[in-house]
């Protein structure tokens, strides 16, 4: 058996030092093992969405936490998505579309209008506009300083600068963004475990009641297309691995059971042991700087050529989960 | 339920029209259902695999194709693979890792090396030169004629012109390749599905007898690092919706039932009607030109903002079944 081939810290305990003062390579997994506490920013339980599908068929738990996109990239979707969550309204909806290298996809997966479950008030309709961020336009605040964007950018490694679906992109308070207009304008990017409205036609924007992830490549083509709400920051396997949808588009048909939603709660108002607690590493850190620049060039023992480069969905935002005090 | 999320035709035709005479939109799929039959090439049996898994939970048959990757883009390990499948090596093995937004991993599975399953005679020892293609000491021949690379080169559409990975990447005979050192250098990309050789630490290269197909975000940084043998073409989704492994690396652990694999065939070992019939879209052909521009510049009635790029990993090459006569 050959277990080498995962980007790991595990690699490199399992592998056989040459001796044992020769110190440890250098990898992306180190960087972050590395990082300082200060480097580290605690995540908002109230940014926290925790959806608890039925147990598998082993009886085994299933939860998916959510990680809503802050402010200022956070639109009105974000908080119908709030709405929806406090009123309880996704208990009792199901998992009802799986499509292979491409999403999962849940909510209330009523085909007849009519029948459709109703929606909580206070629901938002959202224009196309509110897809991308209009820097000139919009002020990001930081207790009582606010700065105009482009302040909102933390970084742009050199190692990303070559993207085929946006003039720039960039990482800002641990998300992935593409930039137009000198950085002037923003969006969030589809990357894997994102989370997305599923709408109809243009220039219907959906209200967020379905949601899907991200389960393969990339699908940046919906980037400005689809509204982006967060991503999944934990239990992202209890998407991706669920039997694929036989029926048109791949919703779930004949014979194939939809996976139930028991409850989806916002984080805060969930009670310890249960309240979700995360921390991202903060991309206006040097440690991330520094898992930039070595992900991209990668020269631990397992490679022989540093590609100089990386896809900035490739570049995962390092998050944890906190434990313990 | 929102179902029109899909990069399909089927989204147009449950799209109501405004009007009857309102030509149908041009989409990535309508390209390929219009392309000419000469567009289309046969793919040899001889270069597929058929893998068969034990059926699953509820009885169906779990059946997975790979194209294994043609001259001059194969080198050893393809040979290897040959070997191993005629000798029937993979008939017993298992798949025993499953690691989420990563890869799926087949073969004897075994970490004792004393207890290893044997391998055939005949198997190649390959250097890691061979990870790449330089084309001033390569021939690409197509009957009695050859010529040297660069020639190997079908087309570098504009829409993928950049990558973070390669100084150039580009397609040939339906494969989508990097280039550097103004082509006379190249080598098969890790995209979702691409099937690689499993190894130990640089320089080991291993044999081919222990496989994985990519099942997440394109892991190009192994591009010139590992060996590529082929992709999936075919039931990829009995690999990438299996559970994911618990134990160290994604391997299947304690409680967790590795899935057998009954058989591995080349195609050509294979008679009629299990002989398995494909075609793929020529990379060289008008219509894979089209198929690529109309990818990266989607303006069908989902679409308000047309990327004007794609990733190479997302303009997957047309492959189809051949049914019938």
Known sequence: ????????????????????????????????????????????????????????????????????????????????????????????????????????????GEDDEAKAKPLPPGMLEVPESEYTLSGPTREVCSGSQCVRAPGIVDAIPAEVALDPYAPNVAFSRGWPLGFADGFSRSWPLHCYATVGVARDLSPNTGTGAELYAVIGQAPRQLDRNIAIVGRVIEGIEHLSALPRGKAEMGVYGEGQARVPILSVRLGNELQAPEQPKFEYLGTDSESFARYAQVSANRNDPFYRVAAGGIDVCNLKVPVRRVTGE
Chains 1, 2 share one sequence.
């Not at 250098?26 to 608890?52: C, F, H, N, Q, R």
């Not at 147990?55 to 299933?62: H, L, Q, T, V």
């Open 1 to 108: 058996m050959k277990r080498l081939l995962a980007l790991s810290a595990l690699v490199l305990l399992t592998a056989p030092l040459a001796a044992q003062d020769v110190p440890p390579p250098v990898t992306p997994a180190s960087i972050i093992a590395a990082a300082p506490e200060g480097d580290w920013k605690a995540i908002d339980p109230a940014d926290l969405m925790v959806m608890t599908l039925a147990p598998d068929a082993s009886g085994a738990p299933r939860v998916v936490t959510i990680q809503l996109i802050p402010p200022p990239f956070s639109a009105g979707w974000v908080a119908n998505v709030r709405t929806l969550a406090k009123a309880h309204w996704w208990d009792g909806t199901s998992v009802y579309r799986v499509v292979d290298n491409w999403v999962t996809q849940w909510g209330d």
